[in-house]
Each structure stands twice: as structure tokens, then as C-alpha cells.
């Protein structure tokens, strides 16, 4: 590509197969800050068709959340196959989600805590799957990653509890299997502790970004187990006591 590409053109490239992954990326397309970063995933995102939930996350449980839209090509129900063209890498996550039954759309006022959970209807077992379109997973600067929509690869939902508000994810067991082995087995695990506290960062950060929250969409919180990454051809499983399992081969 000639020097003047931008990073969502080589971003896209990448997604279109007219280029190889990079393995180094020329200094002057590192996004300066995150909101150039969110800039990129938002012109980026224009070509990927329609947003069906986002993923969010954070290092700690004070440190300010990161987040990407997730669009509904990469969306998938439980018991799912993942066509192998879906991702090249594949880092295995299981994660808890929550389906919001009623949309926060952008708006002058911040939306409360109160009323972006009074808007969710459901959580779910998640299985988040971590991909790249540059060379390999965490390569490169930390900027150009969270420009690549965070990373994201796939998403498989599993079916849903209304019962969400009884559940305590910090201390809710994880059970991931790979091709039927535990692979991990504990308590917790998500690094940024109460995901809630991330649903209403998320929802204000979307209505400022112009886009807000579709009713429908679902909000995936962060990775429980860490991520495993594994071959094509790989069955997988997460599952959490209170939400059930969700499982998915992983062509």
C-alpha cells in the first residue's frame, strides 16, 4: 500500500484479503489517544455492517474501561460452528454478557446506573473469541490494537436468565473446556471486577460516540478465564452455575 494508506484503509485491506497482515506498522498511524483509536473503529465499522452488541473491559476494577462495537457478522448462538474464514487467530474467552431488552440511545444526560440496568433484560454465558488483522495477537502498540475493534474476532452467545440480578459475577465459578478437557476451573477471574460498573461506563461512552445502545444488543464484560488460544477444528465450553453453559466448534 502507498504511504499515504490510513490506518482504517489498511485495517480494511487486511479484513478483504488484498493484504497480508502486517507485522510492523509505520509509527505515523499509531492512534496519538484512545478517542483516535475509537475514531478509527468508528470508520472502520461503517463497512462491517450493523452493531449487534459491544465488548468492554478493564485492567482493574478502578481503571477507566476500554471498549468496540461488535457487529452481527461476527455473532453467533450457542451449539454454533465458526467458519474458519471468521478468524485466523483464535483466543478462547469466556466471559458473562448481558442482552439489553430496552435501547439507550445517545442523549444530552447521562444515563444512571439505575436506568441502564433497569434497560437490561438478560445475561448470558459468553464465548468471545480473539482474532487480529495484524501479524499476531498483541504485537504491536496497545493503540492500534484497541483501533481493531479491541481485537474482537467472534462472539457466541449462550440462551439467557432474566434472573440476572441475583447473580454475583465476582464470585460466580467459570468452567472453560477445550475439546471436552478443563482447561480452567475458578472463582471470578475478571480483572475489572463488577461488570456492571462497566455497562454504565459503556453506556454513556456509546451515546457520546453518537450511537448509543440498541435494544436487542448484547454487552460482553471481559474475559474470566484469560485467553487460550487454540487450532482450528477445536470444540469449546463455558459455563457458569447460574447462566448455564454455551459451547462451540470452532472450524
Not at 467458519?83 to 466471559?95: F, K, Q, S, Y
Not at 474482537?152 to 439467557?160: D, Q, R, Y
Request: overall charge neutral; proline content about 8%.
Amino acid at each position: 500500500m502507498p504511504a499515504s494508506t490510513s490506518l482504517p484503509e489498511l485495517l480494511l485491506a487486511v479484513r478483504r484479503g488484498q493484504l497480508p497482515p502486517p507485522a510492523s506498522v509505520d509509527g505515523a498511524l499509531v492512534p496519538a489517544t484512545e478517542a483516535a483509536a475509537y475514531a478509527v473503529q468508528d470508520t472502520v465499522g461503517r463497512s462491517l455492517g450493523p452493531v449487534g452488541g459491544w465488548k468492554v473491559g478493564a485492567s482493574s476494577p478502578d481503571a477507566e474501561p476500554a471498549c468496540a462495537p461488535i457487529h452481527t457478522a461476527t455473532i453467533f448462538s450457542d451449539g454454533a460452528t465458526v467458519p474458519a474464514d471468521t478468524c485466523r487467530h483464535l483466543g478462547v474467552e469466556a466471559e458473562i454478557g448481558y442482552r439489553f431488552a430496552r435501547a439507550l440511545p445517545p442523549r444530552a444526560a447521562p444515563w444512571t446506573r439505575d436506568e441502564v440496568l433497569d434497560a437490561i433484560g438478560t445475561a448470558h454465558p459468553v464465548i468471545e473469541i480473539l482474532d487480529t488483522r495484524f501479524a499476531r495477537p498483541g504485537s504491536l502498540h496497545k493503540l492500534l490494537h484497541a483501533a481493531d475493534q479491541q481485537s474482537h474476532g467472534a462472539m457466541i452467545v449462550g440462551p439467557g436468565t432474566t434472573a440476572w440480578r441475583t447473580l454475583d459475577p465476582i464470585r460466580e465459578r467459570v468452567v472453560l473446556r477445550i475439546n471436552g478437557k478443563v482447561a480452567v476451573d475458578h472463582i471470578g477471574g475478571n480483572a475489572a471486577g463488577d461488570p456492571l460498573r462497566m455497562l454504565v461506563w459503556l453506556a454513556n461512552h456509546a451515546a457520546r460516540r453518537g450511537m448509543g445502545i440498541g435494544a436487542g444488543c448484547v454487552m460482553t464484560t471481559g474475559s474470566t478465564t484469560g485467553t487460550i488460544f487454540v487450532a482450528h477444528g477445536t470444540d469449546v465450553e463455558a459455563s457458569f452455575p447460574a447462566l448455564g453453559p454455551v459451547r462451540a466448534h470452532l472450524a
